[in-house]
């Protein structure tokens, strides 16, 4: 089974900041890499497919890159809609698998 | 509009049994895998199962193999859990998700329903 580790666990940032989320799969996914943001009592909304294509209604602020095993979340300025947790998942394989987490709070 | 429903938590005693249901709309239920994935109190989420669009391949997390088995009725546009010998630990919030492949596109989670609440206490 492949293994996401994310990091780090939890960030401190204000509005305007630049922020980045790393993903590192236990072996090659390719390109099979998503991101999800989740907000406290809410389900998960995909935001980032593919590594790096832009879910349809998701802000511009965010882009993903990577590919084989290191993937990279950036919000290019954060917005007070954006703290929340990110979740990174791997759809190169079965079993799907998600990392553990980056809760975004405010400094 | 997609619309996935999950319905049937609740509270249950330790060994006791919970058979949880979602409900889709908005889209031909029998093209796509869909999946089970559960989220502990202030914990991440976690993946607990998996099936096919015809039910003929199913995954399941070590936690719960041999526990719960998922299951479809396309002709109900209906996706089910059940869960056998429950435990503390898989007290959760537990969402149901499809995930949409497209050509040149890898495959993606794009639609979760809200989730159900299981608890599992004495």
């Known amino acids: 089974d492949i293994q996401m580790t994310q990091s780090p666990s939890s960030l401190s940032a204000s509005v305007g900041d630049r922020v980045t989320i790393t993903c590192r799969a236990s072996?090659?996914?390719?390109?099979?890499l998503n991101w999800y943001q989740q907000k406290p009592g809410k389900a998960p909304k995909l935001l980032i497919f593919g590594a790096s294509t832009l879910q349809s209604g998701v802000p511009s602020g965010f882009s993903g890159s990577g590919s084989g095993t290191d993937f990279t979340l950036t919000i290019s300025s954060l917005q007070p809609e954006d703290f929340a947790t990110y979740y990174c998942q791997q759809s190169y394989s079965t079993p799907r698998s998600f990392g553990q987490g980056t809760k975004v709070e405010s400094k | 509009e997609v619309q996935l429903v999950e319905s049937g938590g609740g509270l249950v005693q330790p060994g006791g049994s919970l058979r949880l249901s979602c409900a889709a709309s908005g889209f031909t239920f029998r093209s796509y895998w869909m999946y089970w994935v559960r989220q502990a109190p202030g914990k991440g989420l976690v993946l607990v199962s998996h099936?096919?669009?015809?039910?003929?391949?199913?995954t399941y997390a070590d936690s719960v193999r041999g526990r719960f088995t998922i299951s479809r009725d396309n002709a109900k546009n209906t996706l089910y859990l059940q869960m056998n010998s429950l435990r503390a630990e898989d007290t959760a919030m537990y969402y149901c998700?499809?995930?949409?492949?497209?050509?040149?596109?890898?495959?993606?989670?794009?639609?979760w329903g809200q989730g159900t609440l299981v608890t599992v206490s004495s």
């Open positions: 072996q090659s996914i390719n390109r099979n």
């Open positions: 998700s499809r995930e949409l492949s497209s050509a040149g596109n890898g495959p993606r989670m794009d639609s």
């Open positions: 099936i096919n669009i015809d039910g003929s391949d199913t």
